[in-house]
């Protein structure tokens, strides 16, 4: 029950996302609720999403585990490496640099980056179901993105000081992702282990 709850959640959650990209559909819905309507709606869409993912989720590791194919124990460390990575592309998205003009949309290169690097260690099928969704979806909207001419962020403030922050800030948050967040709400710990 918990893998049918949890393919729903996601269904949800990023069919609001893909519908973000239907650019007529969308502007449709803005002319009928305005702009705050809007974000409100999809909002509450995706976090009923995000929600429902998490419970089935959730469900799914206490009940129904469904092993596919065990990775080697390196694939691992690659996660972890990549993650680092994943963690600075999602904080370029917030803060003016040259990374975040290089990668011109780093919100979708951390978040491919992350599924990418999640997949590659996690065997289980509820696993390659949540990965392999978010990394086609970003795959997805990047092309979108690129189709209807929205080129990104192109241009980089003079100086590095701001791509400094970006790794800086990239790797605290990595670190308490890793050290505090992922073994306690995930339940797996990332550093410390063979």
């Given amino acids: 029950m918990g893998l049918a709850i949890f393919v729903l959640g996601l269904v949800v959650f990023l069919g609001a996302h893909v519908f973000v990209s239907m650019r007529v559909e969308r502007a449709r819905v803005i002319a009928r609720l305005g702009q705050n309507g809007y974000r409100a709606l999809f909002a509450a869409v995706a976090l009923i999403g995000l929600a429902v993912i998490v ?9 129904g585990w469904i092993q596919v194919w065990s990775p080697p124990a390196f694939m691992r460390h690659i996660t972890v490496g990549l993650m680092l990575f994943s963690v600075i592309f999602v904080t370029a998205a917030f803060i003016p640099s040259h990374i975040k003009a290089k990668l011109k949309h780093p919100m979708l290169a951390g978040i491919k980056t992350w599924a990418l690097a999640h997949l590659l260690s996690n065997g289980d099928l509820g696993s390659i179901l949540l990965f392999g969704s978010f990394l086609a979806w970003g795959v997805y909207a990047r092309i979108a993105a690129k189709r209807r001419g929205d080129a990104g962020t192109t241009t980089a ?38």
């Fill in 157 to 194: 403030p003079a100086g590095w000081a701001n791509d400094i922050l970006v790794i800086v800030i990239g790797i605290v948050i990595y670190l308490a992702l890793g050290y505090a967040f992922h073994p306690m709400v995930i339940g797996v710990p990332v550093f410390g282990r063979a």
């Fill in 55 to 63: 419970w089935g989720y959730a469900d799914y590791r206490a009940h």
